[in-house]
């Protein structure tokens, strides 16, 4: 399908996991794609596959000045912007007494501050009709134990899907939310080194999920690309949570 072609779509974080995958469905319907990633490493093996099919940007997402540099490059290479999928950020679990403000202000700055910003700094870019798309989370909404950072950056990425809609509707730019549950991705590996702690850790999620499994990153895709395309020109403001039923529990 040509659902998105000739659009021009930024993904941060879109290096690995949800984001790549997201890059790979774009380029097939059409899009002209660009990607941001943090580490040099991860840029170099998104170019590897993605090839000219990308314009892929190293950039540290909680950066604020930094986002000024992506909004330059979006300028220089296609003039314009009609998708935005913000999906770079962290994941950091703790109880309230082991947070740090050093740990505090990381996970602000990556899921929140950075993504503010960059939006800012790519307004003039953004087309009439444009779509943003805010990569959130069910933590927002279910009161896990140890997610009160994480679950408070993503409820109010939700809360920026509402009140940036209402603000940018009237220049064509309509903003919504995914809300992903577990889904399969490098992001669990990276929380613990024990693979027995990773292990148990999946283990535990996975029985909370009615369906049994975790999601797949194709499957979240399927969702921003669905509120990238012209097929949700009446969906404005709004959030679709893929979780496998978790968050019904």
Not at 116 to 131: D, E, H, V
Not at 137 to 160: D, F, Q
Not at 191 to 218: H, M, N
Request: no cysteine; hydrophobic share 45%; aromatic share 6%.
């Amino acid at each position: 399908m040509n659902r998105l072609q000739d659009k021009v779509a930024l993904i941060t974080g879109g290096t690995s996991g949800i984001g790549l995958e997201t890059a790979r469905q774009f380029i097939a319907e059409g899009a002209r794609v660009a990607i941001t990633g943090s580490s040099a490493k991860s840029v170099e093996a998104a170019r590897a596959e993605l090839g000219e099919n990308a314009l892929i940007i190293q950039a540290d997402a909680g950066d604020v000045a930094g986002q000024k540099a992506v909004a330059a490059a979006i300028r220089e290479h296609f003039g314009r912007l009609d998708v935005l999928f913000v999906n770079a950020g962290i994941a950091q679990f703790a109880p309230l007494e082991q947070w740090s403000e050093d740990d505090f202000d990381r996970s602000i700055a990556i899921n929140l501050k950075g993504p503010y910003f960059l939006i800012q700094a790519l307004s003039p870019l953004f087309a009439n009709p444009a779509s943003i798309v805010l990569n959130t989370s069910i933590n927002a909404h279910i009161g896990a134990p140890n997610s009160s950072v994480y679950a408070l950056t993503k409820g109010a990425l939700l809360t920026l899907a509402k009140t940036l809609s209402g603000e940018l509707k009237d220049r064509g730019i309509r903003v919504n939310a995914i809300s992903p549950g577990p889904i399969e991705t490098p992001l669990y590996g990276k929380l613990s080194s024990d693979p027995e702690q990773v292990k148990a850790f999946t283990a535990a999620i996975t029985d909370r999920i009615p369906i049994g499994r975790f999601g797949k990153s194709s499957e979240v895709a399927k969702a921003v690309v669905f509120f990238a395309s012209d097929e949700s020109a009446f969906t404005v403001g709004s959030e679709l949570i893929i979780d496998g039923g978790m968050s019904n529990l």
